[in-house]
Every structure is written in structure tokens, then in C-alpha cells.
């Protein structure tokens, strides 16, 4: 996936009107989304907005140029251009401009694009977003626009001969009219986090996005030491005593600044370590009594040590925009 951001003052917003064409009545979306984003961006968002699970190729088709993932395989059919290489304000003319992006080049999944406004950025609004929309996009690999009629036509007639097989194919049920903005920008918001990276899990109660975006912190992980056990052994009624190496796998993690070097989290950290020293000791014994009457920074370090890691990533679950849970 690709870094989304929230408003520029210098950077143009177009409002774009994405129709899947061949479908009565129509399935769409209208969204706002920055002009310094690519055709590639374009691509994530569309496929984010619809509930698309990006299993197949794509590509753009702006005039007589087309854009996507260039690939050698490409050359005898289609000078296939880099999407990644081209903003949307270096190729939409403005308003009433068309052009077209294609999925799934075996169902043939076309949808018109139209640039409807071109607006300045509002102060606080994370972009993309989506702001209206109709309906759920077909199921993936159903067959193309004549595959989907005949798809909806069994699902509703359970006298059709294959009613029974396409309500087990899609999960037990499926609602065209189906659209739920929130959810649709709940997607989008993860979306705009940046730097994503995009699973999807397949489960019994249907298809769910795992997202995980870099979250602008590090992690300082309290690492206990032999003083500690020593008095958990004194301090706490156990039938087995503990060891060290039972505690590897109980530690605090704590979230700090995102600083330049250990030595800058670790200086962060000095004036509460008597704070993280009790809250270590209130695991194991709430009574204040049964505690070290000095809880200093220097006991601290003859008790505990301090791992700190800057890569951290957040997971959230989603559910697929428009597909019944």
C-alpha cells in the first residue's frame, strides 16, 4: 500500500465520481482525494472504497495511455505506463474530465471515473474520504456483469437450480443494496494512517481486512532481573518458586517518544523509573508494606533493564466495505 497524508494548503482536492459501468442501478462512490496522490494511490483507494480484494490485475485508462503495474509480459499487447510515476494533478484537466479504471481482466470490472469538482483542502479533514455512495459491489470472480445477473437472480429464486450452490459460494447471504459510509471511511481512515500493509483473512463468519500501519512511537520493554525474583520467592505464598526464565514471557511494555537514540529514551525515562518500579512491584504484592521501602532509580537498574524498540506497528480489523457480516 502506499503513504497517504491529511490536507496540504497547496495541494488541490478533487471530488471524483466512481461508477462500476454495466450495472443497473448503478453501484458507486463519491470520493475526495488529494491531487499529489498517484494513479497507484488511486488504485488503493478505489479498491478500499467498492470492498474489492485486490486479487487481480488493474489498470488505468486515461485517453489512449494506459497506467498500472508495468510488467515485461505487458510489451507485445500494451505500453503499460508506471501509476506510481503520475499524480492525479499532472493528468486530470478538471472539471467534466473521464477516464476509466479497470479490475479483474477476466470479470472485466470497468469503472468510469469523472472529476465532478476541484476543491481546496478543509482544515482538520484526513484525506481520502469518501462522502456518499450506493450499493455493494459484485462479488469477486462471479463471472463478470452477466455472471452477476445470473448470480442475483438464483440467490432470490429458491427454485433456481443453483440457489443453493451460489448461497454457499457467497456465505449465506448477500445484500446488493448494501452500503455503509462509516464503514467505508473507517477503511479510508486506516487507509490514510500510511504505509500500510493489507491481509485478507478468510473466516468463517466471511472476509476480514487486517491493516497495520507504523504508529509514530517506540516501545520500551522492563526486562526483570534476579533481584526481583529473589523477592517475589520471599514476598509471595507459591507452591513452586519462580525462576528467571519463567518471567521471560511476563514483561511491561510501555509506549514512549519516537527519540534519535537509546540513550535519548533511556534519558526520557530516568525521572519515572521509581513509577515503573511500582507499578512492577503492584503486580506481585498490592500491599505497599511488602515493598522496598526505596524505590530509587538506582534500584530500579539493580532490579530491572530496559529494552527499547522503534518499529512499532498497529493492527486493526476491518471488516470488507459493503459484504455481510
Not at 40 to 53: E, R
Not at 158 to 175: K, Q, T
Not at 240 to 251: N, Q
Request: with cysteine; aromatic share 10%; hydrophobic share 40%.
Amino acid at each position: 500500500m502506499t503513504t497517504k497524508h491529511g490536507p496540504e494548503t497547496d495541494v488541490q482536492i478533487y471530488q471524483l465520481k466512481v461508477t462500476l459501468e454495466g450495472i443497473k442501478p448503478p453501484v458507486w462512490r463519491r470520493l475526495l482525494v488529494p491531487g499529489d496522490d498517484t494513479l497507484g494511490d488511486l488504485h488503493d483507494i478505489i479498491q478500499v472504497a467498492f470492498g474489492w480484494l485486490d486479487y487481480h490485475l488493474h489498470q488505468f485508462i486515461v485517453g489512449d495511455a494506459f497506467y498500472g503495474v508495468p510488467d515485461p509480459d505487458y510489451l507485445d499487447y500494451v505500453d503499460m505506463r508506471d501509476e506510481e510515476h503520475v499524480t492525479l494533478s499532472e493528468i486530470l484537466a478538471g472539471e467534466g474530465f473521464r477516464f476509466r479504471y479497470e479490475y479483474d481482466f477476466g470479470d472485466g470490472w470497468m469503472h468510469l471515473i469523472e472529476v465532478e469538482k476541484v476543491l481546496a483542502p478543509e482544515p482538520d479533514q484526513l484525506y481520502p474520504v469518501c462522502i456518499k455512495g450506493r450499493r455493494a459491489r459484485p462479488p469477486e470472480d462471479v463471472g463478470g456483469i452477466w455472471g452477476y445477473q445470473n448470480f442475483l437472480e438464483a440467490i432470490r429464486d429458491p427454485e433456481h437450480d443453483e440457489h443453493e450452490s451460489y448461497l454457499e459460494w457467497i456465505g449465506g447471504e448477500f445484500d446488493p443494496e448494501a452500503f455503509d459510509l462509516d464503514e467505508v471511511n473507517q477503511a479510508l481512515e486506516a487507509l490514510a494512517w500510511g504505509e500500510l500493509r493489507v491481509q485478507v483473512i478468510h473466516g468463517p463468519q466471511g472476509d476480514e481486512l487486517r491493516a497495520m500501519h507504523p504508529i509514530d512511537r517506540g516501545v520500551a520493554v522492563i526486562v526483570p532481573r534476579q533481584p526481583l525474583v529473589d523477592w517475589v520467592n520471599r514476598t509471595v505464598a507459591s507452591d513452586e518458586p519462580i525462576s528467571l526464565h519463567d518471567l521471560e514471557h511476563d514483561r511491561t511494555a510501555i509506549l514512549v517518544p519516537d527519540l534519535e537514540s537509546l540513550d535519548a529514551v533511556l534519558e526520557y525515562l530516568e525521572p519515572i523509573k521509581p513509577l515503573l518500579f511500582e507499578i512492577e512491584l503492584e503486580g506481585w504484592a498490592v500491599d505497599p508494606g511488602d515493598w522496598p521501602p526505596e524505590r530509587t532509580a538506582e534500584l530500579f537498574d539493580a532490579w530491572f533493564d530496559i529494552q527499547v524498540h522503534s518499529m512499532v506497528w498497529d493492527v486493526v480489523a476491518l471488516p470488507v466495505p459493503g459484504q455481510q457480516q
